[in-house]
């Protein structure tokens, strides 16, 4: 299996450079109109490369199949990526930087603005030592969560429809706008995907197969104060800033995302806006374990409680909505799709690292609608941000991935 290093690279690039970052206050779907760019580019690629059925809805979900080649049924599976990109960090005019044969050195993204990626840092960067690199300028976002996810499902499809002696069954893949902001799924048509199971191509470094994932929630606290002209305040003005410091100190010290790792669950503030008169936190809410969520929002509601208690005033309030749930209690029970994927990886060498999710996918939503679907390492790091990057030789092992496990399953279910 050969895939042509450039002919990845080239995809790769065409995808990143179109914006497509979501929007989180836009109840719109998609969320944002720029998403529909490269929607259209790829509906229009994807016939253009021989796939069949292949569809853009009015939510902007990109459908496709590939025949089966096979003269017995098996399993139809299916691949799914996001087109959509973080509005932590600008994906606006992105420009990739390519770094061929990396040394094992500092890779200076913008000298100009004296943005350098390290390995003293950001020590994965190690383990590509001889691989091409692709970078950002540092000053915006890469794409490769999840535009590398889109190259290997297109460049692995493209691959088996120009190598008709690979067998296979049906294949089924869609693109979803929104992941990023949580609606990835929503609109899902499961039922018209047709697939058993599937793979989400959302990971980080190769490697990684994930059916684990936390539960999750996101909170938002409103305290409302009272403002008097501070010369006369005694006695009257309500600071609803300082009550919020109260609140958020009343949080455990040590349960942040900066501070815990593996099934470790966190609360992370991640917006606050206050004035005297109305302070607003915006909070995630994650744990493994569906007891220890449960818990985790009691104690988070049971702080405005108390503290409401103390003043004698109601100034606090809390609303916690659900927003996906581990995705293992709906795989473990067919966990030879698990399986599949991890002798796929160990027949190309790659030593499968199979672990937990500290966040999610658009496949822990999947699951619970009804389609079983693990993750599958896209080969991106850092996402989110300007020191985001993807080793090419990464994107290729995703893509010899694909193809084996749609291999595999042609055998095992003959």
Same mark, same amino acid.
């Given at each position: 299996?050969?895939?042509? !290093?450039?002919?990845?690279?080239?995809?790769?690039?065409?995808? $990143?450079?179109?914006?497509?970052?979501?929007?989180?206050?836009?109840?719109?779907?998609?969320?944002?109109?720029?998403?529909?760019?490269?929607?259209?580019?790829?509906?229009?690629? &994807?016939?253009?490369?021989?796939?069949?059925?292949?569809?853009?809805?009015?939510?902007?979900?990109?459908?496709?199949? &590939?025949?089966?080649?096979?003269?017995?049924?098996?399993? %139809?599976?299916?691949?799914?990526?996001?087109?959509?990109?973080?509005?932590?960090?600008?994906?606006? @005019? $992105? +420009?990739?930087?390519?770094?061929?044969?990396?040394?094992?050195?500092?890779?200076?993204? @913008?000298?100009?603005?004296?943005?350098?990626?390290?390995?003293?840092?950001?020590?994965?960067?190690?383990?590509?030592?001889?691989?091409?690199?692709?970078?950002?300028?540092?000053?915006?976002?890469?794409?490769?969560?999840? +535009?590398?996810? $889109? %190259?290997?499902?297109?460049?692995?499809?493209?691959?088996?429809? @120009?190598?008709?002696?690979?067998?296979?069954?049906?294949?089924?893949?869609?693109?979803?706008?929104?992941?990023?902001?949580?609606?990835?799924?929503?609109?899902?048509? /499961?039922?018209?995907?047709?697939?058993?199971?599937?793979?989400?191509?959302?990971?980080?470094?190769?490697?990684?197969?994930?059916?684990?994932?936390?539960?999750?929630?996101?909170?938002?606290?409103?305290?409302?104060? !009272?403002?008097?002209?501070?010369?006369?305040?005694?006695? !009257?003005?309500?600071?609803?800033?300082?009550?919020?410091?109260?609140?958020?100190?009343?949080?455990? +010290?040590?349960?942040?995302?900066?501070?815990? %790792?593996?099934?470790?669950?966190?609360?992370? &503030?991640?917006?606050?806006?206050?004035?005297?008169?109305?302070?607003?936190?915006?909070?995630?809410?994650?744990?493994?374990?569906?007891?220890?969520?449960?818990?985790?929002?009691?104690?988070?509601?049971?702080?405005?409680?108390?503290?409401?208690?103390?003043?004698?005033?109601?100034?606090?309030?809390?609303?916690?909505?659900?927003?996906?749930? @581990?995705?293992?209690? !709906?795989?473990?029970? $067919?966990?030879?799709?698990?399986?599949?994927?991890?002798?796929?990886?160990?027949?190309?060498?790659?030593?499968?690292?199979?672990?937990?999710?500290?966040?999610?996918?658009?496949?822990?939503?999947?699951?619970?609608?009804?389609?079983?679907?693990?993750?599958?390492?896209?080969?991106?790091?850092?996402?989110?941000?300007?020191?985001?990057?993807?080793?090419?030789?990464?994107?290729? +092992?995703?893509?010899?991935?694909?193809?084996?496990?749609?291999?595999? /399953?042609?055998?095992?279910?003959?």
């Amino acid at each position: 299996m050969k895939f042509n !290093k450039q002919h990845i690279i080239d995809r790769f690039v065409s995808y $990143v450079t179109i914006d497509t970052e979501s929007d989180p206050t836009n109840p719109a779907f998609p969320s944002t109109e720029k998403q529909w760019d490269l929607a259209k580019i790829l509906a229009k690629e &994807l016939e253009d490369i021989g796939m069949s059925d292949v569809t853009l809805d009015e939510h902007c979900y990109i459908m496709a199949t &590939l025949p089966s080649n096979l003269d017995y049924e098996v399993p %139809t599976i299916g691949f799914v990526a996001h087109i959509d990109t973080s509005p932590d960090f600008t994906g606006a @005019n $992105v +420009k990739p930087q390519i770094h061929e044969n990396y040394d094992g050195k500092d890779i200076v993204l @913008n000298a100009a603005e004296n943005i350098i990626l390290s390995p003293n840092y950001f020590e994965d960067l190690l383990q590509y030592k001889g691989q091409t690199i692709i970078t950002t300028d540092g000053t915006t976002l890469l794409g490769a969560d999840d +535009k590398a996810g $889109v %190259t290997e499902i297109v460049s692995a499809m493209e691959y088996l429809i @120009n190598h008709p002696e690979i067998k296979h069954g049906k294949i089924r893949i869609c693109f979803t706008p929104d992941e990023e902001v949580g609606k990835g799924a929503h609109l899902f048509d /499961v039922d018209k995907f047709g697939a058993q199971w599937a793979y989400t191509m959302d990971g980080s470094q190769i490697g990684e197969l994930e059916y684990e994932n936390f539960n999750a929630a996101g909170a938002k606290v409103t305290i409302e104060g !009272k403002i008097v002209h501070p010369g006369y305040a005694k006695g !009257k003005m309500i600071n609803s800033m300082l009550i919020a410091n109260e609140f958020i100190s009343a949080l455990p +010290k040590e349960e942040v995302p900066e501070r815990t %790792t593996g099934y470790e669950g966190f609360f992370h &503030l991640h917006d606050m806006h206050g004035t005297v008169e109305k302070t607003t936190l915006e909070y995630i809410i994650r744990d493994h374990d569906m007891e220890l969520f449960l818990k985790r929002k009691s104690d988070f509601e049971n702080i405005a409680t108390t503290i409401n208690q103390n003043l004698e005033k109601e100034l606090i309030t809390v609303e916690i909505k659900d927003q996906y749930y @581990n995705m293992k209690e !709906k795989v473990t029970p $067919v966990m030879y799709i698990v399986d599949i994927a991890e002798e796929a990886m160990k027949d190309l060498g790659i030593q499968p690292l199979i672990k937990a999710i500290r966040g999610g996918t658009d496949g822990s939503q999947l699951s619970y609608k009804g389609l079983p679907c693990p993750n599958i390492f896209a080969g991106g790091h850092n996402f989110h941000g300007r020191y985001e990057y993807v080793p090419v030789e990464s994107m290729i +092992k995703a893509s010899e991935v694909i193809v084996t496990i749609a291999q595999k /399953v042609a055998q095992k279910f003959k």
